[in-house]
């Protein structure tokens, strides 16, 4: 591989940091993601602006996935440009895989890991650790995850190219979704026990707040996930109402 193909290849990963830069409900994405690819098109259509134009045009339409996974798009249309792929081909793909990336990147991202890594830091809060540290393992924790998807995202595109979908059909990502959903409601009720057997729980006592979780046990499992973010907020509220009541 050519140091011009590595450094184009390295300067699209970094773009993808700023695919939602140009969002808008005409074409989503699309501006973002020619932006993204425009490093890849430069280097393969060096000396021909006709082409890298017509390039930058075919790319630019509407298209949509979720920011983080947002790199397997792009990884799979740099392994296609690269290849020579017929550009009706490549826009048939993108329209192929546009609608789910957003779907598993919100179930995985926005419903599972956010929530889950923000309970954890919740719970270190108020197990008695100063805010700084607080705010410290959220950011630490929330970052570690989003950068590695974003890198294992545009790796798994690159290496899969057309062929990207039976590698997401490996990675079973709606697997990984459920899993992350279990462990979050996992946190939630160890936070909701850790402010039940408090003694800062607003003074109410033991009894009240026991009854409180058991309502919501019972709530929980009848619902079901579909309880589980309005949850998960209402926990969150509560947890910071009574901790500024604890500091008052």
Known sequence: MSLL????????????????G???????????????????????????????????RRHVQAFNAHPYLSGIATGAVVRLEEEG??????GRFKDAIRGSLGSLGDGLIWAGF?????????????????????????????????????????????????RVVERLREADLPGLTRKTLAAGSLALGALVGVVVMDG??????FWPWLLVSAVGFALGHRVGYAAWRP??????????ALSILGLA
Not at 35 to 53: C, I, S, V
Not at 200 to 205: D, E, F, H, P, T
């Open 22 to 56: 140009s969002w808008n409900y005409r074409s989503l994405i699309g501006g973002g993601l020619a932006y993204t690819l425009l490093p890849m098109l430069r280097a393969k259509f060096r000396g021909e602006p006709e082409q890298l134009h017509s390039a930058v």
């Open 85 to 90: 792929a017929d550009p009706e081909m490549i």
């Open 114 to 162: 956010r929530p889950l890594v923000l309970l954890l830091a919740l719970m270190v809060g108020w197990l008695g650790a100063p805010p700084y540290v607080v705010i410290g393992l959220f950011l630490i924790l929330y970052n570690i995850g989003h950068l590695w998807l974003r890198v294992w995202s545009f790796l798994i595109g690159l290496q899969g190219g057309h």
């Open 5 to 20: 193909v590595t450094s184009a290849r390295l300067r699209t990963f970094l773009r993808t940091f700023l695919i939602q």
């Open 200 to 205: 800062r729980s607003l003074g109410a006592g």
């Open 231 to 240: 949850t998960a907020v209402l926990t969150a509220l509560a947890v910071l």
